[in-house]
């Protein structure tokens, strides 16, 4: 799964990387993003890539309240059938902008170490969401993401068994224009990041707190790095 990630790259970084239209926003560094927290997603709107904010965690659009046990990840394998994630999938797919995503692997002595996962060459990257409005019985709206999931690959499994799918530049327009690509052809991005492309380094377990973020969460700690 993927249920933590940072984002602390310029806004001006993410414009370059995901052309998108509009002011930029103030975007204040987030070195610990978790779940139900509002986060920055590219969309297209008309037909023009805008950024936009929604929480994380998709709420049905047919849910009469919001669950206290979010989806934040939908898994590649079944995103296109299943009754929660299929209809957004179609129509309503997303980039979530990260720096890197972290990860667990249990230990020998049976804790877990976390991992900061990024790409090999740094900078920012986009994973793969899916978009819903959810409408509440008072009227307002949410707008709410879940970031899609699949095998990870052989590299980075013995840290965990799935990763988030990360998108190359050059298949955004194909994600993101659901008008022109359909739902097989999306799918068909739907894929593990090849093994040179990722790398990850253990990071203090200061990390499991939500409440800690700040730049030393993401600092390298011991040994273990794997390029």
Request: aromatic share 10%; hydrophobic share 40%.
């Amino acid at each position: 799964m993927c249920g933590r990630y940072s984002l602390t790259s310029p806004v001006e970084a993410l414009r370059a990387l995901f052309q998108f239209d509009g002011p930029l926003p103030n975007l204040a560094p987030n070195y610990n993003v978790a779940p139900t927290q509002a986060v920055p997603i590219v969309r297209l709107e008309q037909g023009v890539r805008h950024l936009a904010f929604a929480r994380w965690g998709l709420i049905p659009s047919w849910a009469k309240e919001v669950s206290a046990k979010p989806l934040i990840n939908a898994r590649a394998e079944t995103v296109a059938e299943k009754p929660s994630f299929r209809a957004a999938f179609r129509r309503r797919r997303c980039l979530v902008p990260a720096d890197g995503y972290f990860e667990w692997q249990k230990t020998r002595q049976g804790t877990k170490q976390p991992y900061n996962i990024v790409l090999s060459d740094t900078g920012p990257f986009g994973m793969a969401g899916i978009w819903q409005t959810w409408s509440a019985a008072d009227g307002s709206e949410i707008d709410s993401v879940a970031i899609i999931t699949i095998d990870a690959n052989s590299k980075l499994a013995p840290i965990h068994d799935r990763m988030p799918v990360i998108l190359k530049p050059a298949d955004y327009d194909r994600w993101l224009d659901s008008d022109r690509f359909d739902r097989q052809q999306a799918k068909a991005l739907l894929r593990p990041a090849q093994q040179d492309f990722l790398r990850a380094y253990p990071i203090s377990r200061r990390v499991n707190a939500v409440s800690n973020n700040d730049a030393a969460i993401v600092a390298p700690v011991g040994d273990g790095l794997q390029g």
